[in-house]
């Protein structure tokens, strides 16, 4: 019995699905790549498949956690591509007019010019979306698009280099033997928790997306705390910005961060975070991410064709959606515990598939959307 | 008169739901070229009428019949095209398409899979011309206002109507709420397409809340209680109080024995007072003096603007006319934050779209009101949260009494004592409570007034809105009477004021 109960409240744990997708998709690895889960050190250094998913995550999580309380208040942002594009783009072309490139003082000159861009775009974001009351969607799609031009401008449409050693450290050095990009990870995604949970921001960001107008009602200053999640995102944006374009030492105002919102969006929907808002979870979007990029890495170690790269992550990502999905779950688990009690019958649990599988497909829809 | 054969009859029309009986053994008839009101308060059973008529929901007993022939409709297309047409308090059309295109979606005139577009306007035109209006069929309908967008879907409910029914054309014309959202202008034009059409032989059935316009426009009135027929009758042999008196049920001097007052506590000075504060389409200006520790009971049929008189006094809504004071100060009655500051709170009616956030937990929703006014920077200790949700769970009997339980899945009464309680932990000095007691239980409902009376006695006051003229009779000091978007009237109660006083107020909409 109470094993049973233990059972039931671990899978009802909100992060139960989310993590055992993550630990599938890495046990998967383990064939192709045996030692996959052993990490070594070299140089003082450590290395190891799981180090890499972690380093190579960190812009994606950064991101995510910044849209996830967008999302909450039943918002989304389609512009932080191009923020991680303007962000990088101004930092990495202020440090290159510079005499020394490694002078600490105009790095972080740089970085702080970088991040102010980010948070005018947040501002202009919030300002949209709150003050003129503009779809989200579209009021975003703004500087998704434009943003792109503008980090095409300050960077002349060429892809700027950049020789500092300061900076590489962000996206591209180590700290106590680990990457320092990890550091920046955990202080960001801390910042958040507290900043959401030890405050009461959490709980009036998901009454404004669980119910705009009773927020309304009950006095919430809905507009300021829709600016502020925009701006939040936008920050965590440009740090993201800042991390890619120093883990290559340059800024392509073209490439960077491209497709970055969609990938974020999906690692908020994977950690349990509804895009109708309401109800987030950092912990799961920060699951959700490093998912993401569990799968990218899967695909290049388990050796899926290139050509065919994006279908396989999209067949996972529909997989994982529909795992996620409670209907689902009851449909396909109740049609398998029918077929075990309808005894031998060899092929049956495959008859009550389809109709549960179509059904629940409907109803994952607006997940799958955003893959 | 002589009257001529009905033109739809119904007999005997019974309707059950799962655990309800929404109609029992209901007749109505309806005359060519008359305008029939059909009347009732909430739940007695008009809409149900309305789309047992119009086949949305299926016959359970009784018989439809329409020209003479039984007739029993599958769907409101079947219902269309024997010439039975419905427009609704919405308007269900599309802004963005032209008047023509509108009028003729889903039967555009076709040639060989072409729309016939010269066609299609030129019939447009014709059948806006011949219902008197001044409209241009090419423009797109969103640039005019709603309620001409009102009138083209009236047009095509008649278009469509005369199409489908090969000429024989539209015979009974349903008009469920047209005028709710309309001001006098727009309804004067409104009616004037109805006189129209009903001089043209069309049979109207026409729904509204405002008693004044049934006695403008209306020949014949049905009235419906709980699902069974209370009367039918001529408009001009029946007067208002009879009507009212049909409407919620009890005589006049049967209601005199129900009285029994509740000995009140003494009120203070004045707490709040609105002078002139009124939004139109709303409800027209009123003056209106809260004192401290006083509970004004608000009443009204539905539609009356009892709840449009309380979210001004919240700022739910903007004024555009009258100011506010409380405790002698003005207040910019712009935003609920406002009215929130000066201590006004308000339980709306709608529990579920305007009060809880269904997700979150009993905790949180208890919480919010106290959280949104400290701000989100000042996170209430978790102790002294942990205590006043203790507190008030138990003080007001929220059952499941687990501050963790999610507020969508608790029970009706359940869900408005948490209301309550979000409003209480702030300490309101005017606590607004719109008909906290729709859909509860019955105990819940006694304990919720039991409290209304204790809140009062410790010097809160309360406007108390209810659909039930007992329960306001008995636990206010001052009764307003609503009519029409009007406060007609404030009796201060007494031995002399009884339900019956309140009802003739309602009827005549004047202060005697």
């Known amino acids: 019995m109470t094993t049973t109960s233990r059972w039931r409240a671990l899978t009802h744990h909100h992060l139960f699905w989310p993590v055992a997708v993550l630990v599938v998709l890495l046990l998967v690895n383990v064939p192709f790549t045996p030692d996959f889960f052993s990490i070594k050190m070299t140089d003082g250094h450590l290395y190891g498949s799981l180090v890499s998913i972690v380093l190579f995550g960190s812009p994606l999580i950064l991101v995510a956690v910044g849209m996830t309380l967008v999302i909450a208040t039943g918002g989304i942002d389609l512009s932080v591509g191009a923020v991680v594009a303007i962000t990088g783009a101004l930092a990495c072309s202020y440090i290159s007019d510079q005499a020394d490139q490694s002078a600490l003082a105009g790095v972080l000159l740089a970085m702080g010019l970088g991040l102010l861009a980010a948070v005018v775009c947040g501002l202009w974001n919030g300002f949209l979306v709150a003050r003129m009351g503009i779809q989200p969607i579209i009021a975003t799609l703004i500087i998704m698009v434009a943003g792109r031009g503008v980090a095409q401008l300050i960077t002349d449409g060429q892809i700027i280099t950049i020789n500092s050693e300061p900076y590489k450290l962000i996206g591209g050095g180590y700290w106590l033997t680990l990457p320092f990009s990890i550091f920046v990870v955990a202080v960001v995604v801390a910042v958040t928790v507290v900043l959401t949970r030890r405050t009461a921001l959490g709980l009036l960001v998901e009454s404004v997306g669980g119910n705009a107008e009773a927020s309304r009602l009950v006095g919430i200053r809905s507009r300021r705390i829709k600016i502020m999640v925009y701006v939040f995102c936008a920050l965590c944006a440009g740090i993201a910005g800042l991390m890619i374009s120093s883990n290559t030492s340059a800024a392509d105002g073209n490439n960077a961060g491209l497709w970055i919102e969609l990938d974020a969006i999906l690692a908020v929907v994977i950690g349990g975070t509804s895009l109708l808002g309401g109800r987030f979870s950092i912990g799961g979007t920060v699951v959700g991410a490093l998912v993401i990029q569990t799968l990218t890495t899967t695909i290049y170690t388990i050796g899926v064709p290139t050509q065919t790269n994006l279908v396989f992550k999209a067949v996972v990502v529909i997989i994982v959606c529909l795992l996620q999905s409670p209907k689902f779950r009851a449909k396909v688990f109740s049609a398998r515990l029918g077929a075990k009690s309808g005894a031998q019958g060899g092929g049956s649990p495959s008859a009550p598939a389809p109709a549960g599988t179509t059904a629940a497909a409907t109803e994952a829809a607006p997940k799958m959307e955003v893959s | ?512």
């Open chain 2, 1 to 512: 008169m002589a009257e001529p054969q009905p033109v739809l009859q119904m007999t005997g029309i019974v309707k059950e739901f799962p655990g309800v009986r929404a109609l029992s053994g209901v007749d109505f008839r309806l005359f060519p070229g008359e305008i029939h009101a059909l009347l009732g308060e909430n739940g007695a059973g008009k809409s149900t009428l309305i789309k047992v008529l119009t086949g949305v929901h299926s016959l359970d007993g009784g018989t439809i019949t329409l020209d003479g022939e039984s007739v029993r409709f599958a769907s409101p297309l079947q219902a269309q095209q024997a010439g039975i047409s419905t427009v609704y308090q919405e308007v269900n059309l599309c802004p963005n398409l032209s008047v023509a295109e509108n009028i003729f979606i889903g039967r555009e005139p076709t040639r060989a899979g072409r729309i016939q577009w010269k066609r299609m306007r030129r019939e447009a035109a014709e059948l806006v011309d011949r219902l008197g209006l001044d409209i241009d069929v090419t423009a797109p309908l969103s640039s005019y206002p709603l309620a001409v967008q009102q009138l083209v879907a009236i047009v095509r409910s008649v278009g469509t109507g005369d199409s489908v029914s090969g000429g024989s054309g539209t015979k009974v014309l349903i008009l469920d709420e047209p005028t709710s959202s309309l001001d006098r202008g727009e309804v004067l034009e409104l009616f004037s397409l109805m006189r129209r059409l009903k001089e043209q032989g069309v049979a109207i059935l026409f729904v509204s809340h405002f008693l004044d316009q049934i006695y403008e426009v209306c020949d014949r009135m049905t009235v419906l209680r709980n699902g069974t027929l209370v009367g039918e009758h001529m408009v001009r042999d029946l007067d208002q109080v009879g009507l009212v008196q049909l409407m919620i049920g009890k005589a006049l001097d049967q209601l005199e024995e129900l009285h029994d007052h509740q000995l009140h506590s003494d009120v203070g000075e004045t707490l709040l007072k609105a002078e002139a504060l009124g939004r139109a389409g709303g409800i027209a200006p009123f003056d209106l003096e809260v004192k401290k520790g006083e509970v004004i009971g608000l009443a009204g049929l539905l539609g009356s603007g009892r709840t449009e008189l309380a979210r001004l006094l919240f700022g739910a809504d903007q004024p555009d006319s009258g100011t506010v004071s409380i405790g002698g100060k003005q207040v910019s009655m712009n935003a609920p934050n406002d009215a929130i500051g000066a201590g006004v709170a308000f339980c709306s009616e709608n529990r579920k779209t305007e009060g809880l956030v269904p997700d979150l937990t009993v905790r949180e929703n208890i919480i919010l009101a106290l959280q949104a006014a400290r701000g989100w920077t000042r996170p209430i200790p978790a102790s002294q949260r942990d205590e006043l949700v203790a507190k008030y769970i138990k003080a007001l009997d929220i059952r499941p009494a687990n501050p963790e339980a999610r507020v969508g899945q608790l029970s009706g009464g359940n869900q408005q004592k948490v209301l309550l309680a979000r409003w209480l932990i702030t300490q309101p000095k005017l606590l607004i409570l719109d008909e906290p007691t729709r859909g509860i239980d019955i105990g819940a409902k006694a304990e919720i007034q039991k409290l209304v009376v204790s809140l009062s006695e410790d010097g809160m006051s309360v406007l108390y809105i209810a659909a039930e003229l007992e329960e306001v009779l008995r636990l206010s000091h001052t009764i307003g009477v609503l009519r029409d978007r009007r406060l007609v009237a404030q009796l201060t109660n007494g031995p002399e004021i009884t339900t019956s006083r309140i009802l003739e107020t309602i009827a005549s909409g004047e202060h005697q």
